[in-house]
């Protein structure tokens, strides 16, 4: 499904993605882990296309389609979601008018008609009920005065909207209470299908206990210098990152 | 280059005064002596920096004193099909109240009078001659001024005592002509203690030729009445729409003030609020959409002279290409003025590099118990809400879009009738997406 192969990534003229390939199969969970600056979040930002990133040399293929010639809006419509680890606030649109906008986009893309108002409001509750996510805060601007945890569920909210084929979601747990943390991770677990695929960029192991990877994979200085299944995140929870160095 | 309208006035003076009425004849040589005397002012003028006058006024425009009729029919140019709203509608072409058709509008509240100004001077003297230049006289402004010198007619509306108006009034300001021309209208509006009237302004420019729209109004708001001004502009590139607004507001009135330019050339929005009772409300709001050589100036001024009245200002621009913007706001709280609230913001976006705007916010406060506030902010379309919107799969026409609509809205909030606003918004969504065209007709229009 996601393919990345001797990834280069600079920002500013700083590498900080060193040659990083990684292998994500339809159905699989990965976890990613590593210390601060060790690249995760860039990882992130690259799959999605952030300007801000400049892909020095490898390549990223999804269902075989070069992710790198495409801008962020098709990617997005291909399957590819990112979970951010800072939600952006956007005063003034509305979080209806925005998912709105965004799965007609999306149908557009894919040659559907848009959603009718009723369809929409409908798909919307059910999802709403998924994500235990209140009235209040689709009724508001997207993040606007959002409580931390908020903006993590509205994440997720917006992930069941749009049903990646792909999501990455990136320090999903960070800021989050443990009430907050189980519900988010409950989220999660209940969009998930056989056929899709998901990304978790996390610091610690925490989070892993909730939602179960297939594959840990630990990065350092832009490069994954260790994969294993889950009980590799239980060794560096104990362990620490320094024995991999 | 002041010259050829010295000239002009002097030989036709007698023309111009026949065609219009005695009253508005009374102040008119005084008011020539003084635009001879101090002319049109240059860019150095405090108040003019960013609007030059003279190049504007320099090309050879038509005047019209003989009051001849213009060959047009704005019952059948202004056909609309928004049948949800009503309005009393009028039409003034050029500087000419054009009569209207009684079945249009059917008959409006009892005692209200809406007419031409050079009608109301003749069958109401004592009406006008109570209010007409009291605003003007203090003023010291050319465009003011040269209005008084050549203005004949314009839009007359009075609402008595504690009448409620059941229907906006709109007033739809056509320009149509063959040849480049000049047309300076007046406008005496009139409402008087305990009464609510609505007030929608249309400008539009018909023809493929220069205009200069020189409109002033003076307008009296009575103790505990209410009034809203709205102004839609959706003129085109040759048309430099000048405008000046005095409001003076009594005891607990409440006016608002809302403005919205969507296509011009060069505009200019003199705007005083004058707050001369106690607990007077006034709100003054813009929006402004540029681009293309687009120029827009809004010089506003509120006057705080009496205690406990609140004033809320608040004016946003989206400019792209080489267009130009530009706002001073000042404020003034006498020393009497005691627990004055006066709010100011100015919020734009600039779209392109080129793009231009000047704010100038100026306050001056003389009163020690006071909350005044004023803010300006001026930057691009915010680059990570941007990508944070195409990661949901909106592309990124949509997503500015979507930034700019949210920019506009809250003057848009500010329409207090709510089929207007739709329709207002509506139209900012069409002019953003760049689908509004100029010469459009009466986009706004409520029949």
Known sequence: MLEIKNLHVSIDGKEILKGLSLTVKPGETHAI?????????????????????????????????????KDPEERA????FLSFQYPVEIPGVSMVNFMRTAINEQRKYRKLPPMSASDFLRFMREKKALVDMDNKLTNRSVNEGFSGGEKKKNEIFQMAMLEPKLAILDETDS????????????????LKTPEKSTILITHYQRLLEYIVPDYVHVLHDGKIVKSGTKELALELETKGYDWLK | MEKQYIELYKAHHQLIKQNSAAIINRSRDAAFAKFESMGFPSTKHENYRYTDLKPMFSLDYGLNFRRLNFPVNPYQTFQCDVPEIYSYQFFVVNDSFYPPKKKHNGSLPEGVIICGLK??????????????????????????????????????MYVPENVHMDKPVQLVNIMRSDVDLLANSRN??????????????????MDDVNFVANRVSEVFVGENAVYENYK????H???????????DQKESSDTLTNLITLNNGISRNNIEVEMNGEKCEAELCGM?????????????TIKHNKPNCHSNELFKYVLDDVSKGAFTGRIFVEKDAQQTWAYQLNRNILLSKKAKVRTRPQLEIYADDVKCSHGATTGQIDEQALFYMRTRGISLPEARLLLMYAFAADVIENIRIPSLANRMKMLVEKRLRGELGMHEGCTLCMH
Request: with cysteine.
């Open chain 1, 33 to 69: 882990m590593g210390p601060n600056g060790s690249g995760k979040s860039t990882l992130a930002s690259t799959i999605v296309g952030n300007p801000a990133f400049e892909v020095t040399s490898g390549s990223i293929t999804f269902e075989g389609k070069n992710l790198l010639e």
């Open chain 1, 77 to 80: 419509n291909e399957g590819i």
């Open chain 1, 175 to 190: 800021g989050l209470d443990i009430d907050a943390l189980r519900i988010v991770a409950n989220g999660v677990n209940k």
């Open chain 2, 119 to 156: 009608e109301a001077s003749e069958k109401y003297p004592e009406l006008v001659t109570q209010y007409y230049g009291k605003l003007t006289a203090p003023q010291n402004d050319a465009l003011i001024t040269f209005n008084e010198a050549f203005a004949q007619d314009g839009f007359f």
């Open chain 2, 188 to 205: 005496l509006i009139i409402i008087e203690k305990g009464a609510k009237a609505q007030l929608l302004v249309c400008d539009h420019a």
């Open chain 2, 232 to 235: 839609l502009e959706n003129t």
């Open chain 2, 237 to 247: 590139n040759k048309t430099a729409n000048l405008s000046t607004v005095l409001i």
């Open chain 2, 288 to 300: 402004m959409v540029g681009g293309g050589q687009q120029q827009i100036d809004n010089h506003t």
